[in-house]
């Protein structure tokens, strides 16, 4: 009788032990799901691709960026879904292998141009004594993030500035080949101020890789690899042509948005445009000297906004330069052909490029930011214009309708030289030309 009594009580407190390890349990999930604390390791897998899916397959991870403009905050860029989409959740690796969660706010850029996919910011506080070097996103709060990808967080520690002037090209696709025009053009941000120039590749010709290859040894070129196509069907046009695509003009938008938050302490100015496309001054002879300038007239301005203007390659001019003999056997446009551009016109949209301060823009679009700290300010044709050579739009126009414009061809002996210079170590010296 005494051991049936025993046996009684320890069944009786066992289960007591096991009714309260379960309601334990039950509210360290709620608890949780709230943004406190749990105990977890949080290992993951560091992700090393610029573009990540998560397991929804309608989130696109780019990257994570400690942002403390406002508040102590993670910022997180990826292409989403704009209706299927509806909550995501900020797993952070915090010290002691604990995880931090909380829900997410989903902020889809504007710009999207009517197409199912388009930039958003993903943001989430830091957490208070967290300090996370890592982050992992899911649809759900209850997620072991061991098994998912984790993202290192950017701009945790800015450092100083590495370059004054970084030129953003977003989005080389369509097995790019124009490499005589690519060269030229990078040797004029070069003479102009810049020391970094990232590209978003997606693809180009065999000659256009060796080139690139040649300017990351160099040390002025970074190119971020861009397989967009491996996860979403791309467009090669900016507006939604209501067809089976998912996102417009390769994503040049998030590519913009990520060279900004990639540079934002590694660049004091960062340039966003074309490579077909040179902000060229008029009144200085290069960036620092006119952003000197800009910025002493608008001192509260972190956005400047330069004109658009196509000069058309159909409509050629010879400078009788002498040393470019050998440039005809370069694949490409060789812009000191092009130096008649085409007239306004009244009743169109005339885009502007930008040179920002990085550190005021929030988001930005491809003409324009759509966020920002402070205001923008559109510089006059008549200090600088942007020099986009390509096909006309006017093209009905007669040759003495253009205007002739030959502010490029001041640089022109540095120009040459350089050019032939790279033209010898790479498709010259290749050739036996």
């Not at 004091?268 to 008029?282: G, M, R, W």
């Not at 440039?327 to 490409?332: C, D």
């Not at 130096?339 to 169109?348: A, G, K, L, T, Y």
Request: charged share 20%.
């Amino acid at each position: 009788m005494i051991l049936k009594q025993k046996i009684l009580v320890v069944s009786y407190i066992f289960a007591i032990i096991l009714i309260s390890l379960q309601f334990h349990n039950f509210n360290l999930k709620k608890y949780n799901q709230t943004g406190i604390r749990k105990k977890e390791k949080c290992l993951g897998v560091p992700s090393s691709d610029m573009i990540t899916p998560l397991q929804d397959n309608r989130t696109f991870v780019i990257a994570s960026y400690y942002d403390n403009r406002e508040r102590n905050q993670i910022r997180t860029l990826g292409i989403i879904h704009n209706t299927e989409v509806k909550e995501l959740y900020c797993h952070f690796c915090c010290t002691f292998k604990k995880t931090h969660i909380s829900k997410a706010e989903i902020n889809l850029h504007q710009d999207r141009f009517g197409f199912p996919y388009g930039l958003a910011d993903v943001i989430c506080p830091e957490p208070s004594g967290c300090e996370p070097k890592y982050i992992s996103l899911h649809q759900s709060p209850n997620v072991n993030i061991a098994q998912q990808p984790i993202f290192r967080i950017i701009n945790r520690e800015p450092g100083v500035f590495t370059a004054n002037f970084t030129v953003c090209i977003s989005t080389m696709f369509g097995n790019y080949s124009n490499t005589l025009q690519f060269i030229q053009t990078i040797e004029m941000y070069k003479l102009l101020g810049a020391q970094r120039v990232m590209i978003y590749l997606h693809s180009c010709s065999p000659q256009m890789e060796e080139v690139l290859q040649y300017y990351i040894k160099e040390g002025v070129v970074e190119v971020v690899p861009w397989p967009i196509d491996r996860y979403l069907k791309p467009s090669k046009s900016w507006l939604y042509p209501n067809d089976d695509t998912h996102i417009g003009y390769y994503g040049q938008v998030t590519t913009l948005n990520d060279c900004i938050y990639r540079n934002m302490y590694r660049s004091k100015f960062v340039l966003l445009n074309d490579i077909d496309e040179i902000i060229l001054p008029f009144k200085h002879d290069n960036w620092d000297s006119m952003m000197e300038s800009l910025e002493k007239q608008h001192p509260e301005v972190g956005i400047f906004l330069f004109e658009n203007h196509i000069f058309p390659i159909t409509v050629t001019t010879d400078g009788h330069f002498s040393d470019i003999s050998n440039w005809i056997n370069v694949p490409g446009i060789n812009i000191m052909q092009h130096v008649h551009r085409e007239p306004d016109r009244p009743d169109f949209f005339n885009a502007k490029k930008m040179i920002v301060n990085p550190r005021k823009v929030i988001q930005t679009s491809v003409h324009s930011a759509l966020k920002s700290y402070g205001p923008s300010e559109n510089v006059s044709n008549k200090t600088a214009l942007v020099y986009h050579c390509r096909g006309p739009l006017q093209a009905a126009l007669a040759r003495e309708s253009l205007i002739e414009d030959k502010t490029i061809w001041r640089y022109n002996v540095s120009l040459i030289n350089n050019v032939n210079a790279v033209l010898h170590q790479t498709i010259l010296k290749r050739t036996n030309i």
